[in-house]
Structures are given as structure tokens and as C-alpha cells.
């Protein structure tokens, strides 16, 4: 019972410190390549926020991956309190539903304006989601395939195993847990779907569209045939993360004098609220999700943990953020259940989460690149 509970400490001791020499080699670079980084033109701790939240959601998969390795179950145990079992889970779930509010409160916010090109709007996000969602289904294709031979998938059941993945729906692959070759990450993405195409009945509900704005109804009548569907793919409950994100639209404005006046208290209330929430609350409960939602107003509405969300280093781990969600779990499985690199019944949880700095950096590597070479390209021919 031990050493799980230090392993968690461990852990997250471990992550925090490889974000801060993450940051600060980052914030070195020459300025010809920092400048590349988007969020090193803007000043929101959301930027710095994106980077935190991608890595802790790395950190819990390669927690669950080492009882996966010797138990087969992607789980946290739960045999060593109820308490440090919240905790574990939450490093996953809580960073998740950051994430969703981070959506919501910005597309929100672009609801705002009265006119909007949903054509534009919609290529955009299949820019920015799917280029670098379709290279991480190769890796799955070829992890699941190799696991499980080619000549053992009949024709029909490869095209709908496929089918399902594509939609970014897990389906096992002859028996083969497909979903441990990338995390399991892509679930996330067809919640993200379902929200935007729900934007223009959100629009026209805010703006009190006519009836006779034929082209908006249009608009509708085909994303609310995706939602319909969609709705019927996913549990209904993960939605409250968009829907609470409309107090940090409504609040974001005027917090922000209120938070540098009480600076010093916040910097103490707010991590006390985080860990509170965190180790009390299980994952995606009502309250739970009451308590992020509170966090995330003040995060919104300006709050930056001391000045650390906005550190340049920070900001720039943010812009890879997307990379390092979809491809710590390529990176995970290359190394131990490809690779074999470590040997899960010679050594202990300790030293195998002592591990993590070397894994994470291998996790930059390869996000570094995908960002240049696979999400850049595509952003830069949206903009």
C-alpha cells in the first residue's frame, strides 16, 4: 500500500520538475525559433495552461501503463485508499476537463459575433484536429495489426474496426486492446466534435436568428444530424464541462482587477482548491466537475499561479500541447510494449516512474517535430 502512494508523490514531484527545466531550456532558445511558437505573441495563462495539462494526462497514462505491463488492466488500483485513488485518477481526469472548458470558453466567446463563416470555422478544426490525428492512427493501425496479423482480420471486420477508430471510437481489433497504442486519447476529440457542431444552434438561440436566414438554418439542419449521432456515441454527462465554461465567458472580464488585488491569497487558495478537488472528489462528479469549473473562472479571467502560466518557456511547451496528447501514448508503447525496454517484473513502481524525465523528454522529441512538421504546416495554411 506503500509504494503506490509514493510512487504518486513521485510522480507528480517528477512532472513538475521536468515542466520547469522543459520551460526554462525552452525560454533560451534563440529567438529566430521561439518566435515560431504562437503563444509567444499572445499573454494568456491559458497558452502556459494547455502545456500542463497535456503533460499531466501523459503522466497519468504512464502510471496506469505499468499496471497494464503486469495485469493487463488499464486502471488505478484501487487497494491502497480511496483517497490517493481519487488522486491518481484525477491527474488524467481533471487536466481533461480543463481542456473541454478551454474549448468551450473560446468558442463561446466567438459566438459572440453576430456573423460567422461556419464554413471557415469548420475547415479550420478539421485542419487543426485531423492532420495529426490521422498520423497517430497510423501508428495504431500498425501496432494492432502487427499485434495480430494481417491474415488473421477478415476484410469486413478490419473496415469497421477502422470505421470506428476513424470516428475516434475505440474498438478492439480480434481481441487486441487497440486503444493502449495511443492512450486511449481519441475519446476526447469526438466530445469536442460534438460541441462544435452544437455552436450554431447556440448562435442563433443567442442572437434571436430569423427564420428566414435560410443559410443558418441550413447550417443547422446538417450539424444537428452529426450531433444527433454523435450523442448517441458518448455519455451525455462529459458535456456539463462545456456548458460550466460559460461562467469564465461571463466572468472573465472583470475579474481580473479582483485577482491582482488578492494575488498573494490566490496563490495559496487556488493550488489548496486544486489539490482539495483533486484527492476528495472523485473524477467527473457533480461537484468535482463545480470545483474545476471554479478554478477555471480564475484561470480565464487571469490567473497565472504566480506568473508561471505566463513564463515564455510555459507558453511554448503550450503550443505543443496538442502533440504531446496525441502522441505520448505512440511514444509509450514504442518504448515498453515494442521496444521492451524495461522489464516490469525485474523492477518495482518506484523505479519505473523514475523513468518518467526520460520518457517525457523522448514525448518533446517527437511532439517538437509533429508540431513543425505535421500541426504547423496546416495552421499556417488556415491563417
Known amino acids: ?78 487497494n491502497f485508499g480511496l483517497h490517493w485513488m481519487y488522486f491518481a485518477q484525477n491527474l488524467g481526469a481533471i487536466p481533461v476537463s480543463l481542456f473541454f472548458m478551454i474549448t468551450g470558453f473560446l468558442f463561446l466567446n466567438k459566438l459572440k459575433q453576430k456573423e460567422i463563416n461556419w464554413k471557415n470555422l469548420y475547415i479550420a478544426r478539421i485542419r487543426r484536429i485531423m492532420p495529426l490525428y490521422l498520423l497517430s492512427l497510423l501508428f495504431v493501425v500498425y501496432a494492432s495489426f502487427k499485434a495480430v496479423g494481417v491474415e488473421n482480420v477478415a476484410f469486413w471486420d478490419g473496415a469497421d474496426w477502422l470505421f470506428h477508430w476513424a470516428t475516434f ?34 448562435h442563433t438561440a443567442m442572437h434571436q436568428l430569423p427564420a428566414s436566414n435560410k443559410k443558418q438554418w441550413g447550417v443547422m439542419a446538417l450539424c444537428g444530424a452529426l450531433f444527433v449521432w454523435i450523442i448517441t456515441q458518448t455519455d451525455t454527462h462529459h458535456y456539463w464541462q462545456f456548458v460550466l465554461s460559460a461562467a469564465a465567458v461571463s466572468l472573465s472580464g472583470v475579474l481580473l482587477p479582483w485577482i491582482q488585488q488578492y494575488k498573494k491569497w490566490l496563490n495559496v487558495a487556488v493550488p489548496l482548491l486544486l489539490l482539495a ?42 503550443d505543443m500541447s496538442y502533440s504531446i496528447y496525441l502522441m505520448h501514448g505512440v511514444v509509450l508503447y514504442s518504448v515498453f510494449a515494442l521496444g521492451g525496454w524495461f522489464d516490469f517484473q525485474a523492477h518495482g513502481l518506484l523505479v519505473y516512474i523514475a523513468t518518467f524525465p ?21 495552421l499556417r495554411k488556415r491563417q
Open 1 to 78: 500500500m506503500r509504494e503506490p502512494r509514493l510512487a504518486l508523490v513521485l510522480l507528480t514531484f517528477l512532472v513538475m520538475l521536468s515542466m520547469a527545466l522543459v520551460a526554462f531550456l525552452l525560454a533560451r532558445m534563440p529567438q529566430k525559433i521561439s518566435e515560431k511558437f504562437d503563444s509567444t505573441h499572445r499573454d494568456s495563462p491559458l497558452d502556459g495552461l494547455r502545456g500542463v495539462l497535456a503533460t499531466f494526462v501523459f503522466a497519468h497514462h504512464f502510471y496506469l501503463l505499468h499496471r497494464w505491463s503486469l495485469q493487463g488492466e488499464w486502471a488505478v488500483a484501487d
Open 358 to 378: 526520460l520518457i517525457f523528454v523522448l514525448v518533446l522529441l517527437l511532439s517538437c517535430a509533429t508540431y513543425f512538421g505535421v500541426e504547423r504546416p496546416f
Open 277 to 318: 478537488t483533486a484527492f476528495l472528489f472523485p473524477p467527473y462528479t457533480p461537484l468535482n466537475r463545480i470545483l474545476v469549473a471554479l478554478l477555471f473562472v480564475m484561470l480565464a479571467g487571469g490567473y497565472d499561479f504566480g506568473g508561471i502560466l505566463r513564463h515564455r518557456g510555459m507558453k511554448m511547451l503550450g
Open 169 to 202: 471510437r475505440y474498438q478492439p481489433l480480434n481481441g487486441f486492446i487497440s486503444f493502449v497504442s495511443n492512450a486511449g486519447v481519441q475519446w476526447t476529440l469526438l466530445y469536442e466534435w460534438g460541441f462544435y457542431f452544437s455552436l450554431p444552434f447556440i
